[in-house]
């Protein structure tokens, strides 16, 4: 039964855990930093080398990786209401292709950061709009045929990754290896992700109760005063911009959007008024975790941390799927 | 006069290239129980879909309760009407209660949650097509007649005027048939419009006032069963010879 005081006090717990993932974040690293002393930091007092590593380093990582959880979680509780498919996620109609053909063709003629970032966004939105325009063909728009055009997309997209790597020069591969695999560590500016998780939740709060009925299918929607055709537009443009953001700011991190709504589905309901908040909430500081755990586990090595995320999220799925005959 | 809770005028229904229904002028009014007869791919679904506002149509006009089918606000619309679907799957996890609630949708604002009043009112609805009992139950554990009489519960839910109801008998055994025909028929007393797209004509006969004959060449028939639904009709309707059994207190029709 869905009621306001449940959600508000579910949303309440999910944003007590994003700020304590937040401080545990801050907190460990290869210099260790206690709460008291992030507390001072953050009051403005200058605490020598620990002020700069907490503000200049572990702050925008943080930050960036708690908003590119949420933005691949959110993206990923939308495709899955989009393609009406529990276990879509947000890759799945070719945005990270794109993004990593457009990233990787930069990382190859040598430009710099903010040019591989730039490319990474236009290869993301040439992609979605290639999907989008082919997927439209004659008009009918189904599901079925998105989510083939999108997988074939995806396909084509990993055969030229797959050449830009097999003619890369050597030096070039650790790097073009951990975009792909997905790294916060080379996170700058968190800004335009934060902002775009922000903005992009506003807009997608007030079509809540209409996912909910897309969620049970277009004719039932339809039938109940929803303008179908325009959701989905919405939708889709919305989830793909989020996975072009997120994909753009830490690369290709694997399985938050997948496992997140799906495990908040489990926990809270199919209620999108709910699950769209909290799956941003969770995503984020499941990320946040994992990246702390990703550059302590045996630093001073960093680990990827699509890796981590996929190697958590690999075992939490599969015991879902088998505790739940027919994937729901 | 009161006014039609439908009315079509001059409607052509196109699918695929195939004209299935030519100038149809329709009227269903308050209080009527239609039926909706043909052999498979006749076009029953999809002139039901197209009178009910979900899909295009090729020429004429459409009305629900005085309102353009296809001008109006959607949401405007699915207060008046409510629709049926043929086929219902769930792909996601739900409780019953949940779904019912579904058809409170057209009646609550963009930022409204469902209140105890629309709970109340799903409660009622589930106790009218039996389901007392389900309401925390997972839709996905249901069978096939209970989920069918689940998305009745939703229809009744949505309160309309006019109900279109695509095959609504299907799954149901015989006693729920029944029932379920004497609460459309509850409903056409209360001043409800009822149409329904029914496989046996002898169903229709008995619980229907009205029929319409698609006869999927374009060619179509309607007023009161006692008019239509011959054994005749019949025949050139299914493509098969059909006999009325003489001497039973209701019209029964059987392949010769």
């Avoid at chain 1, 989905?232 to 399985?255: D, E, M, P």
């Avoid at chain 2, 004959?213 to 009709?233: C, K, M, R, S």
Wanted: aromatic share 6%; hydrophobic share 50%; net charge positive.
């Amino acid at each position: 039964m869905p009621s306001r005081r449940r959600a508000f006090l579910v949303l309440t717990a999910l944003a007590i855990l994003a700020v304590a993932s937040g401080f545990v974040s801050l907190a460990v690293g290869s210099l260790p930093v206690s709460v008291p002393e992030l507390l001072a930091i953050f009051s403005g007092q200058d605490a020598g080398l620990a002020g700069e590593v907490v503000r200049g380093l572990r702050l925008p990582r943080t930050l960036g990786a708690f908003a590119c959880g949420g933005l691949l979680a959110l993206a990923g509780g939308l495709m899955q209401v989009l393609l009406r498919n529990p276990l879509a996620d947000p890759y799945v109609l070719g945005i990270s292709g794109g993004a990593a053909v457009g990233a990787l063709s930069a990382m190859l003629a040598e430009l710099a950061l903010v040019f591989i970032n730039l490319a990474s966004f236009v290869g993301s939105f040439a992609a979605m709009l290639l999907v989008f325009g082919l997927a439209r063909g004659d008009n009918s728009w189904t599901r079925t045929r998105l989510l083939l055009t999108g997988v074939i997309v995806a396909a084509g997209c990993g055969a030229a990754v797959a050449l830009i790597l097999s003619i890369a020069p050597e030096q070039k591969l650790h790097g073009m290896l951990f975009w792909l695999m997905g790294d916060a560590g080379h996170i700058v500016n968190p800004w335009p992700a934060l902002w775009t998780l922000a903005v992009g939740l506003v807009a997608v709060m007030p079509f809540a109760r209409e996912l909910n009925l897309l969620a049970r299918g277009e004719v039932l929607a339809g039938s109940l005063g929803v303008v179908v055709p325009r959701l989905r537009r919405l939708v889709y443009v919305l989830a793909s911009l989020f996975t072009a953001v997120a994909v753009t700011t830490a690369g290709n991190i694997g399985f938050i959007g997948l496992v997140v709504p799906h495990l908040l589905r489990l926990a809270v309901g199919n209620n999108q008024r709910l699950l769209l908040p909290a799956a941003a909430l969770a995503g984020g500081s499941l990320l946040v975790l994992a990246d702390t755990l990703a550059r302590t586990a045996v630093a001073p090595q960093q680990l990827p941390v699509g890796v981590l995320t996929a190697l958590l999220g690999v075992p939490v799925f599969l015991f879902l799927l088998g505790r739940q005959p027919g994937g729901r | 006069m009161t006014m039609a809770l439908l009315e079509t005028a001059q409607l052509d229904v196109v699918i695929g290239g195939c004209t299935v229904c030519r100038k149809l002028d329709w009227r269903v009014m308050p209080g009527d129980r239609w039926a909706i007869l043909g052999k498979n791919g006749a076009g029953k679904s999809t002139l039901l879909s197209t009178v009910a506002g979900l899909r295009p149509h090729a020429s004429g006009a459409v009305h629900i309760a005085g309102l353009s089918a296809y001008a109006t606000p959607p949401r405007e619309l699915a207060k008046v009407r409510g629709y049926l679907p043929q086929v219902q799957y769930d792909p996601f996890a739900s409780a019953v209660l949940e779904t019912v609630l579904v058809g409170r949708h057209p009646h609550l604002g963009r930022w409204d949650w469902e209140s105890c009043e629309d709970r109340r009112i799903a409660e009622s609805a589930l106790a009218e097509v039996g389901l007392t009992g389900f309401a925390e139950r997972q839709v996905q554990t249901l069978s096939g007649g209970e989920r069918q009489r689940l998305g009745l519960a939703l229809l009744f839910a949505q309160k309309p005027r006019l109900f279109l109801l695509d095959e609504p008998l299907t799954h149901l055994d015989l006693n729920h048939q029944v029932a379920l025909m004497d609460l459309l028929a509850k409903r056409a007393a209360q001043g409800a419009g009822v149409v329904a797209v029914l496989h046996d004509p002898s169903f229709a006969a008995r619980y229907c006032q009205h029929a319409l004959l698609l006869f999927g060449d374009g060619d179509w028939l309607a007023g009161p069963v006692a008019d239509i639904v011959t054994a005749e009709n019949l025949s050139r309707l299914y493509g098969h010879p059909l006999l009325q059994v003489a001497g039973c207190p209701y019209p029964i029709f059987i392949p010769e």
